[in-house]
């Protein structure tokens, strides 16, 4: 199991954090209530992580291919992942991971392919994923990029379909309530394996170069990233909407994986010293970052 500095005291030693409900990071407030996904782009699925050695990718993928079908937009090299994130001041999103809340939640804007080729017309999707006990909740609505920064960083409404309101005025009341602001970035390379026939509903995801950077929070900024995780270590992720199939368990179990509570987000929070560091301890100047 990947252990984490933990501090039990965390949110409660935080400075108070202005539209947060105070420093304390529990005061409940009905802004705050976690609110069940709506049909419109919602996904509920339990998730399992493993952190392995990236020599041993190949080979697994291979075993993966026997079983579960190509994502369609992997291709035989992957597809990148760029993702900003959010939070308070005080990181009140960072501490409610860590200290293991049962119910917590983060927003953040996502692009999928090349960050290069972003521009203001460029889809992307703005993201609430939250945890409900051990149930994984995403919702998440898909914007040109200029107006996904209009309301995540300008606060400003945005054009939206009528079944898109109700989300899209959460985002609008978090950013402007707890007053959040970018905080950390992410990037990663993924390829991708979807169940078929017994299996489906299963996803599969191999997560390789995972990199991230605290500044220059444009997804298409030509900036430098430093790796959050050793690039000599890869993310495995299996998302299941119900149960995990015995062949995969048994694979795993064959393989020696051990399940990790890893959050590429925090990684990058922790990478650039505004929190303590995990166990990684990524070196600072990274010859290998990009």
Same mark, same amino acid.
């Given at each position: ?38 049909? #419109?782009?919602?996904? *509920?699925?339990?998730?399992? &992580?493993? #952190?392995? +050695? ?7 993928? +291979?075993?993966?291919? /026997?079983?579960? +079908? ?9 597809? $990148? ?15 409610? &991971?860590?200290?293991?809340? !049962?119910?917590?939640? &983060? ?13 203001? %017309? ?15 909740? !995403? ?8 107006? =996904?920064?209009? #309301?995540? %960083?300008?606060?400003?409404? @945005? ?15 978090? @950013? ?5 602001? =970018? ?12 169940? /078929?026939?017994?299996?489906? $509903? ?18 298409? =900024?030509? =900036?430098? *990233? ?6 000599? &270590? ?6 299941? *909407? ?21 959050? !590429? ?26």
């Amino acid at each position: 199991m990947l252990r984490r500095l933990r501090r039990s005291s965390a949110i409660a030693d935080s400075p108070a954090d202005p539209g947060d409900g105070g420093g304390d990071g529990r005061v409940p407030d009905s802004g705050h209530a976690l609110r069940a996904p709506s049909r #419109l782009h919602a996904f *509920n699925r339990y998730e399992i &992580k493993y #952190l392995v +050695d990236t020599g041993l990718v190949d080979g697994l993928r +291979d075993e993966m291919e /026997r079983r579960l +079908d190509r994502d369609a937009h992997s291709g035989d090299e992957g597809y $990148g992942i760029w993702s900003v994130y959010y939070d308070t001041r005080g990181l009140r999103f960072y501490w409610e &991971k860590i200290e293991g809340l !049962k119910f917590r939640r &983060k927003l953040r804007i996502r692009h999928y392919g090349d960050r290069f080729k972003v521009t203001a %017309d460029t889809p992307v999707f703005v993201e609430i994923k939250q945890r409900v006990n051990r149930v994984t909740q !995403k919702r998440r609505v898909c914007l040109p990029y200029a107006d =996904a920064l209009r #309301l995540c %960083d300008g606060r400003e409404p @945005v054009e939206h379909t009528e079944a898109e309101r109700p989300f899209v005025e959460e985002v609008l009341d978090l @950013v402007c309530r707890l007053d959040l602001r =970018a905080t950390a970035m992410t990037g990663y390379q993924r390829h991708a394996y979807v169940g /078929r026939d017994a299996d489906v $509903g299963l996803r599969v995801t191999f997560d390789q170069r995972v990199r991230g950077r605290d500044r220059d929070f444009h997804i298409g =900024a030509d =900036a430098q *990233n430093r790796f959050i995780v050793p690039p000599t &270590k890869s993310i495995i992720e299996v998302k299941a *909407n119900e149960r995990v199939p015995y062949w995969l368990t048994d694979l795993t179990a064959k393989r020696n994986l051990q399940v990790v509570r890893v959050s !590429k987000y925090c990684q990058s929070v922790e990478a650039f010293g505004r929190a303590p560091r995990s166990i990684f301890h990524v070196p600072d100047h990274d010859p290998h970052s990009a």
